[in-house]
Structure formats: structure tokens, C-alpha cells
């Protein structure tokens, strides 16, 4: 059976309609089956309890026990074995397996004692119908349990399939919850990863505004003309301040290290101005790729420039690990609004035919660091199928409080 197939079977066994469908077909039947072949009014009563009773055997699963006690009943009843009571019967112990209402040894024990008692009767008819039956304990009398043997075993057979598919679905149920609690945990840990990434490429921008200030105002000291004593101590308090915020920004830092190897960078944050040598280095490594810039350039604050800069070189990551060899186009759109808009988009896969994302090697840590990066700024980023085919990353950044 292909795996839709499964799907679909498995969807049917699982929607609400399924036990009062298989529990009117079967009781359709029993009373075909009663109007063929009538009974006594305990056959009769037995196996149309049998059978309507499947009907509530998911909303209230004891109720397998009457299904199998009235099959048991009207089987006694009646030498004839309905087609209706044997697979009442056989569903009824399935779902006592199924739902676990009782330990199976207990079911099958309870089944086994129900199937001599029927056996008993039927002694005892076969008795009274004159038909040659060995005393107990007689040569031959062994075979006259023959019956309850084999309904001993068909009724352990049913338990202990019911038994092993709510083992096995316990078991799936468990497996679904350890992954999904380990991709969450993956993906906690990489948006983490990704803020102390954050924070030490903004420590690399602020110590460079800081440190500045701190030569500045030791500098104004010297090169102001007339400067009084008190003008003369305010910039030396202001430059002391600063180089007091440098160190805390270290020791930030050294709280942020992952590693005893992990430093801070020391080059130059990248800039949208670096947007076209990404793309380049995207085509150095067999990628096609196209950027398009729409709107005046404008001089962003570091955080922005850099946020949209590292967006855009996972995107490109993103494109080239899961749809090598697509075309990827590359949208810079400055508008009018204060809003920078970034699109990345590539005409491979959809994001329902590519690996989870989120957590992979690569620059960044996937989407959960972009969504991390759009944050940062106030912004959003989304990603998935894009209108026209293909995945597409977006993000706005608004900057006009940055």
C-alpha cells in the first residue's frame, strides 16, 4: 500500500463518522441475516446488540465489553454462527485491545471464560438433540472443546492486534513529541547563537561611535580657544565616560564569547554599499544571480545597514544550499515612507519541498536568524512561496526612528 494510500486509510479510520458507519452497516446486516435466518428471541436480542453497539465503541470504549458479551449470548443461543456476531465480535475485542479498557490478559481471560460458556450450551444442546455426545472425561470428550479453544484464540488474536496498534501509536505520538521538542530546542539555541552574533557585530559599531566621542572631547580640550576650567573638566568627564562605556561594552562581550576562541570582529561592518559584491561572490560559486535597486540610496543608521546586509547573505546561503542553480534576483527598494524593503527571491523549490531551514550550517542560522536580524530594527520578515513560483524572503525595515 503507496504511502497517500495509507494516508487516506488512516483519515478514514480516524474521522468521527467511521464507528456509527461500520456500526449501522453491521447492524443492517445482522437484521438481513435475522430476516434469512430467524432465531430465538435470544439470538435475535444478542446479535443486534452485537452490532449496534460498535456504534459508541470510540465515544465510550467499555462498551466493546456488550458487543463482545452479546455476541457470546447469541452465538449460545443459536448453533448457527451469524456472519454479523463473528465480525461484531472480532471488532469488539479489537477496540478492548485498542482503547486498553482492561489489561489483555484480563480481556482475553474474560473472552476465554465466555467462550467455554458458550461451549457448555452448546453440550448441552447437542444433548438434548439426541446427538451422540461423549461424557466428560470419556475418550473423545476433549474434542468437544474444540470451540472454545478456537474462539479462545481468535478472540486473543483481536486484543492483541488492538493491543499492538495502541502501542504503536503511543509509540509514534511519543517519537513526534521528542522531535518537535528538540527542533524547538534547536531553534532556541540558534536564536540565541544568532543574538550574540548581533551583539558582537553592534559591539564592533558602537566602540567605533564611542571611541570617537572619547578622542573628540579629549581633543576639544586643546583646541578650543577660551575654553574655561569648568568647559575643560566637562570634556574630560564626558571622555572619561566614554572610555568607562568601552570597557562595560568588553565586558559584555566576554560574556557573549561561546568559546575561549570566539572574538570580536575586528573588520569593518559590511553596508548595503556591499550588497553587490555579495551578489558577485553568489556567481562566483556557480549561482545566477541579479540585483535590482530602486529608490535614492540613503545613508542608514550601522544597525540597519548591517541587519539588511546580513539578510540578504542568508537569503543567498539559503538559495544556493536548498535550489543550486537557480536564479536568484536580489530587490533593493529605499522608498519614500522611511521604509527599506528587501526581496530575495529564487525560482527553485517551494519551502514545502526544502529541508527545514532554521537551524542549518551556513553564515547565519537560516530564518530564525533573519527573523532575529528584522527584529533587531523593529522590522518583519517573512518567508515561503513566492506568488509567481519559487521561495521568497521579504523583509521590512522601518528606519525612521532608527
Request: charged share 20%.
Amino acid at each position: 500500500m503507496s504511502t497517500s494510500l495509507q494516508r487516506r486509510f488512516r483519515a478514514w479510520i480516524a474521522a468521527p463518522a467511521h464507528p456509527w458507519a461500520t456500526g449501522g452497516v453491521l447492524t443492517a446486516g445482522a437484521v438481513a441475516e435475522l430476516i434469512v435466518i430467524p432465531g430465538s428471541v435470544t439470538t435475535t436480542v444478542g446479535v443486534l446488540v452485537s452490532a449496534a453497539s460498535l456504534m459508541w465503541r470510540r465515544t465510550f470504549p467499555p462498551v466493546a465489553m456488550l458487543t463482545v458479551a452479546a455476541g457470546l449470548l447469541g452465538f449460545a443461543g443459536d448453533v448457527n454462527l451469524y456472519l454479523s456476531i463473528m465480525a461484531s465480535g472480532l471488532v469488539g475485542c479489537y477496540s478492548l485491545g485498542r482503547h486498553r479498557v482492561m489489561h489483555p490478559a484480563v480481556t482475553v481471560a474474560g473472552g476465554a471464560l465466555g467462550a467455554l460458556c458458550v461451549n457448555l450450551v452448546h453440550i448441552n444442546t447437542w444433548s438434548r438433540m439426541e446427538l451422540p455426545v461423549p461424557a466428560l472425561w470419556e475418550k473423545g470428550s476433549l474434542s468437544l472443546f474444540a470451540e472454545s479453544f478456537l474462539l479462545t484464540v481468535v478472540i486473543f488474536g483481536a486484543v492483541m492486534m488492538g493491543d499492538a496498534v495502541r502501542s504503536r501509536e503511543e509509540t509514534r505520538t511519543e517519537r513526534h513529541q521528542a522531535q518537535a521538542q528538540l527542533i524547538a530546542m534547536e531553534r532556541q539555541q540558534a536564536a540565541e547563537a544568532e543574538r550574540a552574533a548581533i551583539a558582537r557585530e553592534l559591539h564592533d559599531i558602537v566602540s567605533h561611535s564611542v571611541s570617537m566621542i572619547a578622542v573628540q572631547a579629549e581633543s576639544a580640550t586643546y583646541t578650543t580657544p577660551g575654553l574655561t576650567p569648568e568647559g575643560r573638566e566637562g570634556f574630560q568627564q564626558i571622555a572619561t565616560t566614554a572610555r568607562s562605556s568601552m570597557a562595560e561594552l568588553r565586558r559584555l562581550l566576554g560574556v557573549l564569547r561561546t568559546s575561549e576562541g570566539d572574538t570580536a570582529l575586528t573588520a569593518p561592518q559590511p553596508t548595503l554599499d556591499h550588497l553587490a559584491e555579495l551578489v558577485e561572490e553568489h556567481r562566483a560559486v556557480g549561482g545566477v544571480a541579479e540585483l535590482k535597486v530602486t529608490g535614492e540610496r540613503v545613508a542608514l543608521p550601522a544597525a540597519w545597514e548591517l541587519s539588511a546586509y546580513r539578510i540578504t547573505q542568508e537569503a543567498l546561503t539559503n538559495a544556493r544550499k536548498h535550489a543550486p542553480g537557480a536564479r536568484t534576483v536580489v530587490e533593493v527598494d529605499y522608498g519614500s515612507d522611511r521604509l527599506l524593503t528587501l526581496r530575495v527571491r529564487d525560482d527553485g523549490p517551494a519551502l514545502d519541498a526544502r529541508p527545514d531551514p532554521g537551524t542549518g550550517p551556513g553564515t547565519g542560522h537560516g530564518l530564525t536568524g533573519m527573523r532575529e536580524r528584522a527584529a533587531l530594527v523593529g522590522g518583519r520578515l517573512s518567508a515561503g512561496a513566492a506568488p509567481d513560483g519559487g521561495f521568497l524572503v521579504e523583509a521590512e525595515l522601518p528606519w525612521g526612528t532608527g
